[in-house]
């Protein structure tokens, strides 16, 4: 070890490393984790018994040894859990190779690139804080290296001030920085997360992260009127059979044959929908599509199929009204929409009872429901708990939290229970109006399940559950933005039983306020949304953009320049002053007073040269001398006495 | 010639360090893994790595703006010697500095810190190879702090001019001794009165006239030569009275009488070319001999 490398700085630099790696716990596999931890454990004990530490032809075995870990761990370099585990097992061997100065600095940058590792697994706001702070800390060891005597808080302190001064830079550079959609190469991506969208089955929880993907799926642009927002049902596939956990399509094809024919009423909606390139051949029409042309087809749902390849962008002229009545049902309609897996517990019968779902009026029946969700505080969150066993069961009398999944298929469920006809359709709701586009844009994002409930004489109605919870979700202009960061937010209605309910309200809502925030400003501050951004600001060209960078970076850096370089006033305080003064007065006498002369001294040699000054200039030496060094408790007096008695110092009268 | 420069911020030369490259070459990592998987945060992280990168800049600046360089106590040297230039760099703002380096060109530097309001200094040594005037080579301060990414230099026109006395000769000969007068036997008059020169160790001489001083400088044995009152008036250093090869072999030997007298306190007279000094004693007439073999 060099000796040049103080143990302090070490200590800072190991410090700052475990803690930059600590919350890979999380995500890195355990052996790898924990290879890491013994080779940091290893070199903090060699801080203080550098004997400990492990000759070279150790650590070249650590280093096979890593290497196989990571072989064994996983397969290949690249992609995200693979780069992690290499950077963490190159960083923890580096540690015990600290010969120079040199390997310090290579280690902290090896730790920044474990530290933005740390926001491919984990983007939420405490991770951003925790990281900044770690950054503090890291910085922290760089002054220690290149600053001799400034001790520790004052490092970290300086190291938080750059850090500060840095930030209206960084946020320039975050807002006006060209994001590039880059291609996802496939051998950088990890395949553990399912692409988000619908798929042809539904399951309560199984699909907790469908809603976090800002993927467009189509993008509608109508001729004429626009549907309100609570109108943009977008029809995707219809799901009336289940098996207690799963609900898929019908297997009867032979529907359709058999369907009453829809008579639509009020006002028509033209648009053309663009689809982008799917994975299934649906395509998602405003509920409800009367009329399409080759090669879209309806099914016996009234979903709307293409016969087109649909892997690629295509685009299909459609009709659909808001009102219609799809008349009557075939038997063979009835019995699967009343099927029932399992047999509903007593204390869904006996919910179903009180809601008043064995009157005759399925109406009543809905509406009651509806409150019933309202009043006892059902959650809307896309973070639900897990639902393995009997799920709608456990969703309305336990956690009763969940999404639009969720609602859907307990609200069918219940219908059926009492007898009334449901059905589950999936598809998206929402969108949001681009003003200069002229089209509604639909994400993943929006994708929702809804039910549908067939009433004698209106047909199959929508109903719509996670409204009765999340109003917001469905009549608000609702974004992909909001959505995301509705996360893990209640909509559940504000009661204000106790204050300590309200304060906990108020300080969920100042929370979900700052996440919606963080998840709309940073997170998702993607192309489209900086796009839209900076032409609001009016840049439209790279070379506006150009001079927006510039300009603003300018400007922060001469205010910066400005604070730091301001003259330091300099107040060379009165003491100094007035013994400057004192001894001009010696100066027509030769007596110059040296610069590296103590005060001492220099009295001294006044006394030999001219004793008739003694006495007098002492006095002054000693002022000066208790007020520069001792400890003052009266400056002010002794500053006066200082003053008097060099306005009384007249050696050349003399 | 300046004898203080105060340090401005439009003199200082600034550049990264290998150290910065490297951190250009992290931050450019960082960018590309936050383009290839469209993270923001990473995008962050890198965008504020790069505000430190470029703040520092002007951190690294301010670390040397404002310090005032002086020059200090700066005594002359025997050829040889190392120069003893003192630099003192007086901080007079409110700002401490750490890992101020100074040094001559091609040395190592020193590295000091200046609390606020304070000041400190640095011994700049520097071996002299030639009698006369030094001049010191050019002075470098720099500075690495804050975080090591930049290196700031200036190379302040602050000269120290050091005077190089002659080497005095290694082996002290005894003084010269033809100026003085013959009025007794030598040896015989030899008593223990005042010292007028040394002479080689002569077995039989008093251990109390070893010369210990020079035998202590490793310079050999010799004996202390005293003589009567009478004579003390009578040392005459002359350059013409030595014995050498070259100007410069008298030169030394006529220090190493000036440097011998001044310590044996002798009154001495000194002659060096159209020079000629007066008998006389003390710090004022040794300095004044040594000036005039200095720049001779």
Redesign the interface.
């Given at each position: 070890m060099n000796p040049n490398i103080s143990s302090r700085t070490l200590i800072f630099l190991l410090s700052s490393i475990g803690l930059m790696t600590l919350p890979h716990v999380l995500h890195v596999p355990l052996p790898l984790i924990s290879f890491f931890f013994l080779l940091l454990g290893w070199r903090f004990i060699g801080i203080f018994k550098p004997a400990y530490l492990p000759s070279q032809i150790i650590v070249f075995c650590l280093l096979l040894s890593g290497i196989g870990l990571l072989i064994f761990m996983h397969q290949g370099v690249f992609g995200r859990d693979a780069g992690t585990a290499v950077f963490i097992t190159a960083l923890g061997l580096k540690l015990l190779e600290i010969k120079s100065e040199r390997d310090l600095y290579l280690i902290t940058y090896l730790a920044f690139i474990v530290a933005a590792s740390q926001f491919l697994y984990l983007q939420n706001l405490f991770m951003a804080v925790y990281i900044l702070l770690v950054t503090i800390s890291l910085l922290g060891t760089l002054l220690c290296i290149n600053s001799g005597s400034l001790g520790n808080t004052a490092s970290i302190k300086k190291a938080g001030s750059i850090l500060l001064q840095a930030l209206p830079l960084m946020a320039v550079l975050f807002i006006f920085f060209p994001r590039i959609e880059a291609p996802r190469w496939s051998f950088l991506q990890d395949n553990n997360q399912a692409i988000t969208g619908l798929s042809d089955s539904l399951e309560p929880g199984s699909i907790s992260q469908l809603g976090l993907s800002g993927d467009i799926v189509f993008r509608a642009k109508f001729t004429g009127k626009i549907p309100e927002n609570n109108q943009r049902y977008w029809r995707g596939p219809v799901f009336s059979y289940t098996d207690g956990k799963r609900w898929t399509a019908s297997r009867n094809r032979r529907f359709k044959h058999y369907l009453d024919k829809v008579t639509f009423s009020g006002e028509a909606y033209h648009y053309k929908l663009l689809m982008e390139p799917q994975a299934k051949n649906w395509v998602f029409a405003l509920d409800m599509p009367a009329a399409f042309e080759f090669p879209l087809h309806e099914n016996g749902v009234h979903q709307l199929l293409t016969s087109k390849s649909f892997s690629q962008r295509a685009e299909y002229p459609i009709s659909s009204y808001a009102q219609y009545n799809t008349g009557y049902i075939t038997k063979v309609e009835y019995r699967e929409n009343l099927q029932l897996t399992p047999q509903p517990a007593e204390r869904i019968d006996e919910l179903v009872a009180q809601l008043g779902g064995f009157d005759d009026d399925p109406e009543q029946f809905i509406k009651n429901l509806f409150q019933h969700f309202r009043e006892n505080k059902f959650e809307y969150t896309l973070m639900p708990p897990a639902l393995p066993n009997k799920p709608i069961e456990t969703f309305l009398f336990d956690t009763q939290a969940g999404f639009c999944g969720h609602y859907a298929t307990a609200f069918t469920y219940l219908m059926r229970v009492a007898g009334i006809p449901a059905r589950i359709v999936t598809g998206y709701q929402g969108g949001i109006y681009n003003e200069t586009g002229k089209f509604i844009e639909v994400r993943q994002a929006n994708a929702h399940a809804w039910s549908e409930v067939w009433i004698q004489g209106k047909g199959w109605v929508r109903y719509d559950p996670t409204t009765a919870i999340a109003p917001e979700r469905i009549n608000n202009d609702v974004n992909i933005e909001q959505q995301i960061s509705n996360n893990s937010i209640s909509f559940a209605p504000i009661q204000l039983d106790s204050q300590t309910v309200s304060l906990l309200k108020s300080m969920r809502s100042v929370w979900s306020s700052m996440d919606y925030s963080w998840h709309r400003w940073i997170i998702n501050y993607n192309r489209r949304n900086q796009l839209d951004f900076l032409s609001k600001l009016g840049i439209h060209n790279i070379l506006s953009l150009l001079y927006w960078l510039i300009g603003s970076i300018a400007f922060i850096s001469l205010i910066l320049a400005a604070y730091l370089f301001k003259k330091d006033r300099i107040k060379r305080d009165k003491t100094q002053h007035y013994y400057w003064q004192a001894c001009q007065k010696l100066v027509p006498l030769k007596l110059i007073k040296a610069q590296y002369e103590g005060a001492e001294d220099f009295a001294k040699r006044v006394d030999a040269t001219a004793p008739e000054f003694k006495a007098q200039f002492q006095i002054i030496t000693t002022l000066y001398i208790q007020l520069r060094y001792g400890n003052i408790k009266q400056q002010k007096r002794l500053i006066q006495q200082l003053k008097q008695a060099v306005k009384q110092f007249k050696p050349r009268g003399v | 010639m300046q004898d203080s420069i105060r340090l401005h911020?439009r003199r200082l030369y600034i550049l990264p360090t290998k150290?910065g490259m490297?951190?250009v070459a992290?931050l450019v990592?960082?960018v590309t893994?936050?383009?290839?998987?469209?993270?923001?945060?990473?995008?962050?992280?890198?965008?504020?790595?790069?505000?430190?990168f470029?703040?520092?800049i002007?951190?690294t600046v301010?670390s040397l703006?404002?310090i005032v360089l002086?020059?200090?106590?700066n005594p002359a040297v025997f050829l040889g010697e190392n120069t003893q230039n003192?630099l003192?760099l007086d901080n007079?703002?409110?700002?401490?500095r750490?890992?101020v380096q100074v040094n001559l060109l091609n040395q190592t530097p020193q590295?000091?810190?200046i609390n606020a309001q304070d000041k400190n200094?640095v011994l700049l040594k520097q071996i002299t190879t030639q009698r006369g005037w030094h001049q010191s080579s050019t002075l470098i301060i720099a500075s690495?702090?804050?975080?090591?990414l930049f290196r700031t230099w200036i190379k302040p026109k602050l000269e120290f001019k050091t005077l190089v006395y002659p080497r005095p000769s290694a082996n002290s000969s005894p003084f010269p001794s033809s100026h003085i007068s013959d009025d007794a036997p030598a040896d015989s008059s030899q008593g223990q009165d005042d010292f007028y020169g040394v002479q080689s160790y002569q077995a039989g001489d008093s251990p109390r006239k070893i010369h210990w001083r020079a035998l202590a400088k490793g310079q050999g044995l010799y004996s202390k030569q005293y003589s009567g009152e009478s004579r003390a008036n009578e040392l005459i250093l002359d350059y013409e009275l030595t014995t050498g090869a070259d100007s410069e072999q008298r030169l030394s030997q006529l220090c190493r009488w000036v440097i011998d007298a001044h310590q044996a306190n002798i009154p001495y007279a000194f002659k060096l070319g159209s020079l000629h000094l007066d008998t006389h004693q003390g710090e004022q007439h040794y300095q004044q001999c040594l000036e005039a073999l200095a720049l001779f």
């Amino acid at each position: 070890m060099n000796p040049n490398i103080s143990s302090r700085t070490l200590i800072f630099l190991l410090s700052s490393i475990g803690l930059m790696t600590l919350p890979h716990v999380l995500h890195v596999p355990l052996p790898l984790i924990s290879f890491f931890f013994l080779l940091l454990g290893w070199r903090f004990i060699g801080i203080f018994k550098p004997a400990y530490l492990p000759s070279q032809i150790i650590v070249f075995c650590l280093l096979l040894s890593g290497i196989g870990l990571l072989i064994f761990m996983h397969q290949g370099v690249f992609g995200r859990d693979a780069g992690t585990a290499v950077f963490i097992t190159a960083l923890g061997l580096k540690l015990l190779e600290i010969k120079s100065e040199r390997d310090l600095y290579l280690i902290t940058y090896l730790a920044f690139i474990v530290a933005a590792s740390q926001f491919l697994y984990l983007q939420n706001l405490f991770m951003a804080v925790y990281i900044l702070l770690v950054t503090i800390s890291l910085l922290g060891t760089l002054l220690c290296i290149n600053s001799g005597s400034l001790g520790n808080t004052a490092s970290i302190k300086k190291a938080g001030s750059i850090l500060l001064q840095a930030l209206p830079l960084m946020a320039v550079l975050f807002i006006f920085f060209p994001r590039i959609e880059a291609p996802r190469w496939s051998f950088l991506q990890d395949n553990n997360q399912a692409i988000t969208g619908l798929s042809d089955s539904l399951e309560p929880g199984s699909i907790s992260q469908l809603g976090l993907s800002g993927d467009i799926v189509f993008r509608a642009k109508f001729t004429g009127k626009i549907p309100e927002n609570n109108q943009r049902y977008w029809r995707g596939p219809v799901f009336s059979y289940t098996d207690g956990k799963r609900w898929t399509a019908s297997r009867n094809r032979r529907f359709k044959h058999y369907l009453d024919k829809v008579t639509f009423s009020g006002e028509a909606y033209h648009y053309k929908l663009l689809m982008e390139p799917q994975a299934k051949n649906w395509v998602f029409a405003l509920d409800m599509p009367a009329a399409f042309e080759f090669p879209l087809h309806e099914n016996g749902v009234h979903q709307l199929l293409t016969s087109k390849s649909f892997s690629q962008r295509a685009e299909y002229p459609i009709s659909s009204y808001a009102q219609y009545n799809t008349g009557y049902i075939t038997k063979v309609e009835y019995r699967e929409n009343l099927q029932l897996t399992p047999q509903p517990a007593e204390r869904i019968d006996e919910l179903v009872a009180q809601l008043g779902g064995f009157d005759d009026d399925p109406e009543q029946f809905i509406k009651n429901l509806f409150q019933h969700f309202r009043e006892n505080k059902f959650e809307y969150t896309l973070m639900p708990p897990a639902l393995p066993n009997k799920p709608i069961e456990t969703f309305l009398f336990d956690t009763q939290a969940g999404f639009c999944g969720h609602y859907a298929t307990a609200f069918t469920y219940l219908m059926r229970v009492a007898g009334i006809p449901a059905r589950i359709v999936t598809g998206y709701q929402g969108g949001i109006y681009n003003e200069t586009g002229k089209f509604i844009e639909v994400r993943q994002a929006n994708a929702h399940a809804w039910s549908e409930v067939w009433i004698q004489g209106k047909g199959w109605v929508r109903y719509d559950p996670t409204t009765a919870i999340a109003p917001e979700r469905i009549n608000n202009d609702v974004n992909i933005e909001q959505q995301i960061s509705n996360n893990s937010i209640s909509f559940a209605p504000i009661q204000l039983d106790s204050q300590t309910v309200s304060l906990l309200k108020s300080m969920r809502s100042v929370w979900s306020s700052m996440d919606y925030s963080w998840h709309r400003w940073i997170i998702n501050y993607n192309r489209r949304n900086q796009l839209d951004f900076l032409s609001k600001l009016g840049i439209h060209n790279i070379l506006s953009l150009l001079y927006w960078l510039i300009g603003s970076i300018a400007f922060i850096s001469l205010i910066l320049a400005a604070y730091l370089f301001k003259k330091d006033r300099i107040k060379r305080d009165k003491t100094q002053h007035y013994y400057w003064q004192a001894c001009q007065k010696l100066v027509p006498l030769k007596l110059i007073k040296a610069q590296y002369e103590g005060a001492e001294d220099f009295a001294k040699r006044v006394d030999a040269t001219a004793p008739e000054f003694k006495a007098q200039f002492q006095i002054i030496t000693t002022l000066y001398i208790q007020l520069r060094y001792g400890n003052i408790k009266q400056q002010k007096r002794l500053i006066q006495q200082l003053k008097q008695a060099v306005k009384q110092f007249k050696p050349r009268g003399v | 010639m300046q004898d203080s420069i105060r340090l401005h911020y439009r003199r200082l030369y600034i550049l990264p360090t290998k150290r910065g490259m490297g951190f250009v070459a992290l931050l450019v990592l960082l960018v590309t893994i936050a383009a290839i998987y469209n993270n923001n945060l990473v995008y962050l992280l890198s965008f504020l790595l790069a505000s430190i990168f470029f703040i520092t800049i002007l951190h690294t600046v301010k670390s040397l703006e404002g310090i005032v360089l002086k020059k200090g106590h700066n005594p002359a040297v025997f050829l040889g010697e190392n120069t003893q230039n003192q630099l003192i760099l007086d901080n007079p703002t409110n700002t401490a500095r750490f890992s101020v380096q100074v040094n001559l060109l091609n040395q190592t530097p020193q590295i000091i810190d200046i609390n606020a309001q304070d000041k400190n200094s640095v011994l700049l040594k520097q071996i002299t190879t030639q009698r006369g005037w030094h001049q010191s080579s050019t002075l470098i301060i720099a500075s690495l702090y804050p975080l090591g990414l930049f290196r700031t230099w200036i190379k302040p026109k602050l000269e120290f001019k050091t005077l190089v006395y002659p080497r005095p000769s290694a082996n002290s000969s005894p003084f010269p001794s033809s100026h003085i007068s013959d009025d007794a036997p030598a040896d015989s008059s030899q008593g223990q009165d005042d010292f007028y020169g040394v002479q080689s160790y002569q077995a039989g001489d008093s251990p109390r006239k070893i010369h210990w001083r020079a035998l202590a400088k490793g310079q050999g044995l010799y004996s202390k030569q005293y003589s009567g009152e009478s004579r003390a008036n009578e040392l005459i250093l002359d350059y013409e009275l030595t014995t050498g090869a070259d100007s410069e072999q008298r030169l030394s030997q006529l220090c190493r009488w000036v440097i011998d007298a001044h310590q044996a306190n002798i009154p001495y007279a000194f002659k060096l070319g159209s020079l000629h000094l007066d008998t006389h004693q003390g710090e004022q007439h040794y300095q004044q001999c040594l000036e005039a073999l200095a720049l001779f």
